[in-house]
């Protein structure tokens, strides 16, 4: 598998038909456990010392005759444990085969060696998990059963504005408002509770830890949202502002209408729908030139005149459908950029003005 590498060598290998007395002695003389068994260049097996020991120990009378091979190792798989461990170190092996990229043996690692790098591997990746955390733009908290503080993020510490030194200490103690000890008792997720700390305005996730089907802890997840109920403050003051312009701009008896930098209908008020005996779908979303086009304004429309020369521009305008006479004032609104954004139209009815003119007149 070629999992781990052999950082020392080692310098004995033995041939399978050698005398198991001689071999306690070399083992012994180069401060060796084990030794590999090969032959042609094939891994067979491996002779432990302790393995080797025992055999003459027992086989007593045919000690001076056993061989290497009687009493060798010879079920000598790879390592396969990773990080996670589920497939672990097999049992009774005091050495691994070593594997290339294409399964073939090329050599052996020791338990201690295996165990070893599965340590350094280990303790990376435990590393790398706590950077995450450390990273991580929200605050963490855990607490262990008993309630006490057992983690905290660096996010967590600014937020909370302590230092270290509450690593340890009962969660009840040090925010005993938090409500986080209660988790451990009930079990139960809570999620968006609003905690006001230092002044600002804390949301928190919090969840019991369970390891195998037992609680043992708390966890909870925490973020700052003091500058976002700011900004959904402001955001409900304009929506505010908004509902009272609509209820200036309905309640005026002159019609109003609204547009765009391209001519288009924004909205007009019922005054204005009053006037002309046409409703919104007749100038929301379509050129107000177009009216005069279709014959609904007599001369050419005064909004598109002030969008066009950017200045206010008042004049009388004949209404056919309703065969109003009006007065029209069209007043551009300029953005930051001094060009025209808006135009703000007023229409007054000066039918009855006119009316009244006529009649002095005739009298």
């Known amino acids: 598998m070629g999992v781990f590498k052999i950082s020392n060598p080692c310098p004995v290998q033995l041939n399978p038909d050698q005398p198991i007395s001689e071999i306690i002695d070399l083992l012994i003389a180069n401060k060796l456990c084990f030794a590999p068994v090969i032959k042609d260049q094939v ?19 045919l000690k001076n005759q056993g061989k290497v091979k009687d009493a060798m190792q010879t079920k000598i798989g790879p390592y396969q444990g990773g990080l996670d461990g589920k497939e672990g170190f097999p049992e009774g092996n005091c050495a691994f085969s070593r594997e290339d990229s294409q399964g073939n043996s090329d050599g052996l690692i020791t338990f201690k060696e295996a165990f070893t790098n ?9 590393e790398f998990n706590q950077a995450i955390l450390e990273s991580a733009p929200v605050g963490i908290i855990a607490l262990n059963a008993l309630g006490e503080i057992i983690f905290m993020n660096k ?52 969840s019991p830890i369970i390891l195998n089907d037992n609680i043992c802890g708390a966890v909870a997840i925490f973020q700052d949202i003091t500058e976002l109920e700011n900004i959904s403050s402001q955001l409900a003051s304009v929506k505010q502002l908004n509902l009272e312009l609509d209820a200036i701009i309905e309640s005026s008896f002159d019609g109003v209408m609204i547009t765009n930098q391209e001519g288009v209908g924004i909205r007009i008020n019922q005054a204005l729908a009053r006037l002309t005996g ?28 002030a969008l066009r020369e950017g200045r206010t521009i008042t004049n009388v305008q ?23 954004h808006r135009v703000v139209t007023n229409v007054r009815d000066i039918s009855e003005l006119q009316n009244l003119k006529e009649k002095l007149k005739e009298s």
Do not use: C, H
């Open 43 to 61: 891994l067979l097996g491996i002779l432990s010392l302790a393995t080797a020991l025992k055999w003459t120990r027992s086989n007593e009378p």
């Open 155 to 206: 996010e967590a510490y600014r937020l909370l504005s302590v230092d270290s030194n509450i690593i340890g200490k009962p969660m009840k103690l040090v925010f005993p408002v938090s409500g986080l000890t209660n988790i451990i008792e009930t079990g139960l997720t809570e999620f968006g509770q609003k905690l006001v700390v230092n002044g600002r305005t804390i949301i928190s996730n919090r």
């Open 318 to 340: 004949k209404v056919s459908t309703t065969g109003k006479e009006v007065l029209v004032t069209g007043n551009p609104i300029f953005d930051i950029e001094g060009k025209v």
């Open 118 to 126: 599965l340590t350094q591997k280990m303790t990376t990746q435990n």
């Open 278 to 305: 046409l409703d919104a779908t007749n100038f929301e979303g379509k050129l107000i030139d177009d009216l005069f086009v279709k014959g609904i304004f007599e001369y050419e429309s005064i909004t598109i005149k």
